[in-house]
């Protein structure tokens, strides 16, 4: 075995079963959660994660038992994990459609949706992305701008984000053409000032697919 150090990130790689264990640095909630494989996965391992508030602990261990992925690319997990405002609670897998055991409980000072707006009609421009092969992508990507306002009843009251929406005329990515397959769809933040097509400009050179 052997350990890659990516500060914060500290990752422990066995030649035939991939990474087995990384710890990660940073501020987080509280978790503790194990995920067992489905067939999506690669390497047949339980994951064990355990978050502390200062830093992230997870570790694997060989599971051969799996179950049918049913395209959601995780198996099944058990435990709680407290995320942004809300804690969130596993106790199976995840199922496409309604009925999955997963439940979100909000915390009093959680941030309430109250409204979306669409800012420009929908808009068509090239996007470039080129894989770590070399070989270069090109796209059509379908852009408009749109934003989003949350509330809530202690300051700072409101929140305002604007972003773009991203349809892309065939897959993005390093899974293009495969069986995971690739991104035809995604949203990215606008700064102030910027055009839709300035947003989409900079996620071409920042965004990794």
Request: aromatic share 16%; hydrophobic share 35%.
């Amino acid at each position: 075995m052997y350990l890659l150090s990516e500060m914060p990130l500290f990752r422990l790689m066995a030649p035939r079963s991939g990474e087995v264990a990384y710890i990660k640095f940073g501020l987080s909630g509280l978790k503790a959660e194990i995920e067992f494989p489905s067939d999506w996965h690669e390497y047949r391992r339980a994951w064990v994660r355990l978050g502390f508030g200062l830093f992230k602990l997870a570790f694997s261990f060989p599971w051969s038992k799996v179950v049918p992925d049913d395209g959601q690319c995780s198996g099944p997990q058990y435990g709680f994990c407290f995320f942004s405002d809300g804690l969130h609670l596993h106790w199976g897998k995840m199922k496409s459609g309604r009925g999955s055991p997963f439940a979100i409980i909000n915390m009093p000072w959680h941030w309430r949706h109250v409204r979306q707006g669409i800012l420009t009609p929908y808009e068509k421009h090239r996007y470039v992305y080129r894989l770590k092969s070399g070989e270069v992508q090109e796209r059509t990507a379908t852009i408009r701008a749109e934003s989003r306002t949350w509330w809530r009843p202690w300051p700072p009251f409101v929140k305002l984000s604007r972003y773009i929406d991203i349809e892309f005329d065939a897959e993005v990515g390093e899974r293009s053409g495969s069986w995971k397959g690739g991104c035809l769809g995604c949203s990215y933040e606008m700064r102030r000032g910027e055009r839709p097509v300035d947003t989409l400009k900079r996620m071409e050179q920042e965004r990794k697919f």
